[in-house]
Antibody
Framework: QVQLVQSGAEVKGPGASVKVSCKAS????????MHWLRQAPGQGLEWMGW????????KYAQKFHDRVTMTRDTSITTVYMEMSRLRSDDTAVYYC???????????????WGRGTLVTVS | DIQMTQSPSSLSASVGDRVTISCRAS??????LAWYQQKPGNVPELLIS???TLQTGVPSRFSGSGSGTDFTLTISSLQPEDVATYYC????????FGPGTKVNIK
């Protein structure tokens, strides 16, 4: 079954760090870029960056470039998003989403994880 | 940075009505435009890519049009299961979402 399974909800204090995992299954893990998006309560969708599971290469949105690190572990087909120096306005649902492109980055998405709620309080 | 706007922000229509949602980019994005549907409590699902290409399994009452800076999502005959928030997204080597349009049944 093609799916992305994310780690559970987190509650963190201001200034802390959080690491969210996303395990992929049912397809060739290294063949598809993985992006991270977030959605604050009642708000729209915000792109954070991508990781190439094949090379480990990354690209981050300018807004997050100094606080976010995206990594992958090919042995367990899992990608990670770590954010540091958390603030209250980082409270959001964080989604890992698969790019549609096979061995290419098309920058839009056909498979979503269920989301991980990160609460900063 | 390219900004995406949508109008209206919300609408209510009757079952069977034709519904039109607009999306505008602040710069030319040719046809690098996707539409997603997010039903209450669910994750977004991809409806349309390349401004007008319907994804497999999406009902034919959905259609997309436009190019450049102005795009439209049309539901030809609104159904109860179409209650959702609809987002446009540009994807020309970067990602920006529109703020969303919430569709309800009158």
């Amino acid at each position: 079954q093609v799916q992305l399974v994310q780690s559970g909800a987190e509650v963190k204090g201001p200034g802390a760090s959080v690491k969210v995992s996303c395990k992929a299954s049912g397809y060739t893990f290294t063949g598809y870029y993985m992006h991270w998006l977030r959605q604050a309560p009642g708000q729209g969708l915000e792109w954070m960056g991508w990781v190439d599971p094949n090379s480990g290469g990354t690209k981050y949105a300018q807004k997050f470039h100094d606080r976010v690190t995206m990594t992958r572990d090919t042995s367990i087909t899992t990608v990670y998003m770590e954010m540091s120096r958390l603030r209250s306005d980082d409270t959001a649902v964080y989604y890992c989403v698969r790019d549609v492109g096979n061995w290419n980055n098309y920058w839009y998405f056909d498979l979503w994880g269920r989301g991980t709620l990160v609460t900063v309080s | 940075d390219i900004q995406m706007t949508q109008s209206p922000s919300s609408l209510s229509a009757s079952v069977g009505d034709r519904v039109t949602i607009s999306c505008r980019a602040s710069q030319d994005i040719t046809n690098y435009l996707a539409w997603y549907q997010q039903k209450p409590g669910n994750v977004p699902e991809l409806l349309i890519s390349a401004a007008s290409t319907l994804q497999t399994g999406v009902p034919s009452r959905f259609s997309g049009s436009g190019s450049g800076t102005d795009f439209t999502l049309t539901i030809s005959s609104l159904q109860p299961e179409d209650v959702a928030t609809y987002y446009c997204q540009r994807y020309n080597s970067a990602v920006t979402f529109g703020p969303g349009t919430k569709v309800n049944i009158k």
